[in-house]
């Protein structure tokens, strides 16, 4: 039965429902199969999306994340026999998410290993002078990369990148890519436990050979047991029951009035901070020339022109006004109108009774506090979308960086005395279409 709420509604009143905490779940259950290829800030667990799937969706429908991140939600419509659709404008989460959603029969991603080892190890040990171009070509012209990887590092990450991209199998160089990505951390020296870009000139990277290989070895393992648990009739007609693409929320590749639900976590405010986390692998895969250019992909960047809009939303307006003008009150005012924007695309996509199930929090911004959860409630109910239910949840296994400076918003170390928790609880709002 629909939950009937008013249409001014106070978010905090709503009690915390337990049973979507997961708390029971260990990092076993949350990196099943291939949730576990690599870490992504901002990933809700596997468990959460599978019950609003499973809950508001029957098999062969169309679930659609339009933040499809490192493929979370595509990964688990598989799974549970329906059609998963996402996008995601960042190459690093596309690259991630196509990896991770893509069974691979295990003896072909084996077979590749074994030849990857033989000829890692035959060039590492000076026996070959396979790979060499492309440490010429691209990481010696790269300051950046020389900024966070010891030259020790960098030519052995060169000599592993170059062999993994003459792989002729799309889908086995897209999985061995995920791999080396999810090494760059320890090889460089980013401080390890740090959510911000900080160098730690004590540390001392991981040896780039050894951390590959048993990254690779890890994600065998999980492909396996993907292909295993899969259900059959999805393998054998899987170009029908996933597409995913490099693409704007704006713009998705449905027609109108065809999903049965959305099942999504968007971005936050400083969506741009991703921009940051993930310069590792965006700098050596070669997606980006400089950190800036990066960011101005993201939702709510104050780089984008764009003409003023009605955010569709008082609580918004009331926010903006707060924050003020200036860079940040651009981004702010930018961010809810793109939001708004990916909800009207949303609203287009989905069939009349279907489900638009946002995960978000709100935080707080220069002192103001960004109360996302009740401005996206109201841009959705102004756009045509009735509230069917919204669940207020605890958030003990959210893979997120945990603290924040409450002056700047930004991701914080731990250390830091100023520091809040960045995301307590989390509101489900689960929006119907009319």
Request: charged share 25%; hydrophobic share 35%.
């Amino acid at each position: 039965m629909r939950e009937v709420l008013e249409r001014e509604i106070n978010l905090t009143k709503i009690k915390v429902d337990k049973s979507w905490s997961f708390s029971y779940c260990t990092q076993s259950h949350t990196r099943y199969i291939t949730h576990g290829y690599h870490t992504y800030p901002a990933k809700f667990i596997p468990q959460l999306a599978a019950r609003l799937i499973k809950e508001l969706s029957q098999e062969d429908e169309i679930v659609v994340d339009p933040f499809m991140g490192s493929g979370t939600t595509v990964v688990e419509a598989l799974m549970l026999n329906r059609i998963g659709v996402g996008v995601d404008i960042n190459p690093v989460a596309y690259l991630i998410a196509k990896a991770k959603s893509m069974p691979i029969e295990p003896s072909l991603l084996k077979n590749e290993y074994a030849k990857i080892e033989t000829d890692l190890q035959a060039r590492m040990n000076g026996k070959s002078n396979l790979f060499a171009s492309y440490i010429r070509e691209v990481v010696l012209d790269n300051e950046r990369i020389d900024y966070w990887f010891p030259k020790k590092q960098k030519d052995r990450l060169g000599i592993i990148i170059g062999r993994i991209n003459d792989i002729g199998n799309d889908n086995v160089r897209d999985f061995y890519l995920v791999s080396f990505s999810q090494i760059l951390k320890s090889c460089s020296i980013w401080l390890q436990k740090s959510v911000k870009p900080t160098r730690d000139p004590n540390k001392i990277p991981s040896e780039p050979l050894d951390a590959f290989l048993r990254q690779a070895r890890s994600m065998l393992k999980r492909n396996e047991e993907f292909w295993n648990r899969l259900p059959l009739r999805v393998k054998q007609n899987f170009e029908s029951f996933r597409i995913v693409k490099l693409s704007d929320a704006r713009s998705l590749p449905l027609e109108d009035s065809s999903t049965t639900i959305v099942v999504t976590s968007p971005p936050y405010v400083t969506s741009y901070e991703y921009a940051d986390l993930h310069q590792l692998s965006a700098l050596w895969l070669q997606y980006c020339n400089s950190i800036p250019e990066f960011r101005k992909q993201f939702i709510g960047t104050a780089y984008a022109e764009r003409k003023d809009i009605a955010l569709q939303s008082c609580t918004a307006e009331s926010i903006c006004q707060d924050i003020g003008i200036g860079k940040k009150g651009k981004e702010v005012r930018n961010y809810f109108a793109d939001m708004l924007e990916c909800f009207q695309e949303m609203y287009r996509v989905l069939k009349i009774g279907g489900k638009a199930c946002i995960v978000i929090g709100n935080t707080e911004l220069q002192g103001t506090p960004i109360l996302n959860a009740e401005v996206f409630v109201e841009q959705m109910q102004n756009i045509g979308f009735d509230t069917y239910k919204i669940i207020n949840r605890e958030i003990p296994s959210k893979i997120l960086p945990q603290t924040r400076d409450p002056e700047s918003g930004k991701f914080t170390s731990s250390a830091n005395s100023k520091k809040v928790l960045a995301y307590p609880v989390e509101y489900i709002l689960i929006m119907e279409k009319l």
